[in-house]
């Protein structure tokens, strides 16, 4: 029990949001390169290195220089076993980000210090703050010219409603950017030359009150303005409460430079002090502790064709409680079946590795031959628990979608059917009308383009889409209503999703009030949990 306590304890599993090109990828890369698990951080985009980051594993991805999907990333540094969850910052596939926060126990919140705060930041944010996630705030690129801290930090407080506490203090920004004041210590960091922060650097250590040193260092303006600003903060400022950071009252802030690495292993360091590890979850049957010595998890993430040469599906799982055994047979809640989980893998983006055991707080994958759905509860027959369901959103632009090539059938249909299981796009058809033209369903339009790619590259279908009119959907919770018979306005539709659940899809809001008011006793919801 010993062991399993602290193994336990030595996990933190924390995604990284942002908006895009906030350089949240670039922070993943260098995290990793500080933790060992990559000897040399590849570029996100550019032209000066044919790299590519770790965690954009997806051939689009490469040739957009954007994250598509969200990656897991398991690696150790320090006596800690880390699992990151890098997720999309374009706002067209913000539900696959929202499906990742369920499995964190924290979040990383990046935010570019020239451009402040942005849209997707305040969504992201929200959805943290309902869930009471931890936030810890990186403000990134100070290797550019950047907004003043004191604005940055207010503009966090005003707009999110929460307390601030800077843990460290930036020295300048753009070309005059000399490092940071750590708080903790009273002591100055300065960050040596590096190319592009490819691998990585050390920081020399100034004390506050060697002016001399100090002055050599960063010139007398730029100290006598650090000082100032050191008084200022431990004034004025919050104090730091570890239990108002826990509970995402207050966010403590670092300040660095992820494509220089300046900053990037101290806020890793202190991060990794602060934040907690596996958090108890809740459960129809209660509060689960993760610290029990029966297994649990939940699905939050399937990913077909990972492995081109396999052409398998990947269902990631978040462990709950308890500890995880390659080969013990487990209990799938919702299909009712033991099952015996033959290859459980350790992630790393695409890369994947065959682990023997895993614990409350790790992700792993496991093959899924069609049987998981995003949701699903897996755990030890003896102690069963069923999760919360994770909410599946409307989507908001709907197209057509058919096959160029008509003796493609098959192919057209395992295609569409497998991305509809990962939950991302969803998938409609008429009900009785097949699989000759389907409906999809997108939160961005982006994701139509992902979806024509993945097709083409993984099903080897082109496939040709026209839009369609409709804005918002519904799904019905009647279960004994004829839905054939529905009276329905002329841009409305009843279709069905993968699973077979009815839905009516409808051109405006005037549509959705014209259907309830005509088919009495119809019962309409906004989103369902899987």
Known sequence: MADLRQEICRRRTFAIISHPDAGKTTLTEKLLLYGGAIQLAGAVKGKASARHAVSDWMELEKQRGISITSSVMQFEYDGYCINILDTP???????????TLMAADSAVMV????????????????????????????????????????????????????????????????????????????????????????????????????????????????????????????????????????????????????????????????????????????????????????????????????????????????????????????????????LRLAQPQQMMAESRQVIDEAYAGDIIGVFDPGLFAIGDTVCTKAHKVTYEGIPTFAPEIFAAVERVDTMKRKQFEKGMTEIAQEGAIQIFHIPGGGLEEVIVGVVGILQLEVLEYRLKSEYGVDVRRRSLPYQFVRWVENKDMDLSRLNLGTDSRWVQDFKGNDLLVFGGQWAIRWAEEKNPGLILREFKEN
Not at 239 to 260: H, K
Request: net charge negative; charged share 25%; proline share 5%.
């Open 111 to 338: 935010i570019d210090a020239a451009k402040g705060i942005e849209p997707q930041t305040r969504k992201l944010f929200k959805v943290c703050a309902m869930r009471h996630i931890p936030i810890f705030t990186f403000i990134n690129k100070l290797d550019r010219d950047a907004r003043s801290p004191y604005e940055l930090t207010e503009q966090l407080e005003t707009e999110f409603g929460i307390g601030t506490y800077p843990m460290n203090w930036p020295i300048g920004s753009g070309k005059d950017f000399k490092g940071v004041y750590d708080r903790a210590t009273g002591k100055i960091l300065s960050f040596g030359e590096a190319h592009r922060g490819t691998s990585r650097i050390q920081a020399t250590e100034y004390a506050l009150d060697d002016t001399q040193a100090l002055d050599e260092l960063i010139g007398p303006t730029l100290r006598q303005t650090l000082e100032t600003d050191v008084e200022l903060l431990d004034g004025a400022g919050y104090d730091f409460d570890l239990e108002q950071v826990r509970q995402g009252q207050l966010s403590p802030v670092f300040f660095g430079s992820a494509l220089t690495n300046f900053g990037v292993e101290p806020f890793l360091k202190s991060f990794l002090e602060i934040t907690t590890p596996p958090l108890p979850r809740k459960a129809a049957e209660g509060v689960v502790d993760p610290f029990e010595d029966s297994f649990s998890a939940f699905v939050f993430k399937i990913q077909a064709n990972m492995n081109k040469a396999h052409r398998d599906r990947i269902a990631f799982m978040r462990i709950c409680s308890g500890k995880f055994e390659r080969d013990r047979e487990y209990y799938h809640v919702q299909g009712g079946k033991t």
């Open 89 to 99: 910052g374009h706002q067209d596939f913000s539900e696959d980000t929202y499906r």
